[in-house]
């Protein structure tokens, strides 16, 4: 088994954004403890809209929402600096270990809503008695759901309970 060089022109292209982000200053303002908050209340009212369109099959809504949605995740990441996505040779051992705790809390958040869409499925599958069917649509809210808050948990947990990023 053979391992891969990295490519420097990557590793360089890598450590540009790095620096980047990490240096980055026009966002300041927006980097206080309750414009986080805020953006984070913002990012999971645009995933409840963008899960209630998917509900009820509102394609254009949807498709409104998923932007929305798209332009918020940017914004929460790039107030966070990008820490919840930086390698680790770009981050001093502090920031490491609070990304870190992030992800753990955020694995155990998303392991447990998983956990509790799964019983309320499994319940639902037995629907026909009580007269609800699972229809497309609502496997595609779920999808939309956990596609969003998995992919941007970890950010907004540093948003919401860092004091200084």
Same mark, same amino acid.
């Not at 450590?15 to 953006?39: F, H, M, V, Y």
């Given at each position: 088994?053979?391992?891969?060089?990295?490519?420097?022109?990557?590793?360089?292209? *890598?450590?540009?954004?790095?620096?980047?982000?990490?240096?980055?200053?026009? $966002?300041?303002?927006?980097? #206080?403890?309750?414009?986080?908050?805020?953006?984070?209340?913002?990012? $999971?009212? *645009?995933?409840?809209?963008?899960?209630?369109?998917?509900?009820?099959?509102? #394609? *254009?809504?949807?498709?409104?929402?998923?932007?929305?949605?798209?332009?918020?995740?940017?914004?929460?990441?790039?107030?966070?600096?990008? $820490?919840?996505?930086?390698?680790?040779?770009?981050?001093?051992?502090?920031?490491?270990?609070?990304?870190?705790?992030?992800?753990?809390?955020?694995?155990? +958040?998303?392991?447990?809503?998983?956990?509790?869409?799964?019983?309320?499925?499994?319940?639902?599958?037995?629907?026909?008695? +009580?007269?609800?069917? +699972?229809?497309?649509?609502?496997?595609?809210?779920?999808?939309? #759901? *956990?596609?969003?808050?998995?992919?941007?948990?970890?950010?907004?947990?540093?948003?919401?309970?860092?004091?200084? +990023?």
């Amino acid at each position: 088994m053979t391992t891969r060089r990295p490519d420097p022109k990557h590793a360089a292209a *890598v450590a540009a954004q790095a620096e980047g982000l990490l240096n980055d200053t026009r $966002l300041d303002p927006w980097r #206080s403890k309750r414009r986080r908050r805020a953006i984070v209340v913002a990012a $999971l009212a *645009v995933f409840a809209a963008v899960a209630t369109a998917a509900w009820f099959d509102r #394609s *254009v809504a949807l498709l409104a929402a998923l932007a929305v949605a798209t332009l918020v995740t940017i914004a929460l990441r790039r107030v966070v600096r990008g $820490l919840a996505d930086l390698p680790d040779a770009f981050v001093d051992e502090r920031i490491r270990a609070m990304r870190n705790q992030r992800y753990l809390s955020a694995y155990r +958040i998303l392991s447990a809503s998983l956990v509790a869409v799964l019983i309320v499925l499994y319940i639902a599958a037995d629907g026909q008695r +009580i007269g609800w069917d +699972i229809a497309a649509r609502h496997i595609h809210a779920l999808f939309w #759901s *956990v596609f969003w808050v998995s992919f941007t948990l970890p950010s907004m947990l540093l948003a919401w309970n860092e004091t200084e +990023i």
